[in-house]
Every structure is written in C-alpha cells, then in structure tokens.
C-alpha cells in the first residue's frame, strides 16, 4: 500500500507591477512616488538589455562596463566635499 502526499502550497497573489497602492498617503508623497517612478523608468530604459557577467569579462572589458556605468548616470552638479573637516564640522572638533 503506497500512498502519494502531496505537499500544501501556498501562494502569494500575483503582483500587479502596474498598480501600486497609495491608500492614505498624503497628494504630495504620491506625487513624489510619481517622481520617483518616473526617474526610474528614464534609468530603466537607458540600461543595456544584456549585461555581461564580471567573471567572464577581461579586465579591459569591466573597466569599459564600468565606465560606460558611470557616463550613463546624471551629474551630481556639485563638488562634493569629503574631507575631515567637512565631515566631522560642528562636532567639537
């Protein structure tokens, strides 16, 4: 006498990727949201579709993915100051 146990699953409903929910939040952090989305999705389709893996590039060719990378993001628009002073200002120091 066999018997087959079938084990229970248990699934999550499927994400609807094109619908969020903002219930309650307030008009401007939905608005932000909007933003925020946008932004991404700007990223999003100035991304190469296949990305070679690390592991099996030369170095010449991570260094090029790499900068690639870094020409593709926005300019911050600003020095950035990290020096000690800077980053400990108004510490005590």
């Given at each position: 006498?066999s ?29 932000g ?61």
């Open positions: 006498m018997a087959e146990v079938q084990p229970e699953v248990h699934a999550e409903p499927p994400i609807r990727p094109e619908f969020l929910d903002v219930t309650g939040l307030p008009g401007p952090v939905i608005e949201l909007r933003t925020i989305v946008d932004r991404l999705r700007d990223q999003d389709a100035s991304l190469p579709t296949e990305v070679p893996r690390a592991a099996e590039s030369t170095p010449e060719a991570r260094l090029r993915i790499f900068r690639e990378w870094i020409a593709a993001r926005p300019a911050i628009g600003a020095d950035v100051r990290d020096d000690r002073e800077t980053i400990y200002e108004g510490r005590g120091e």
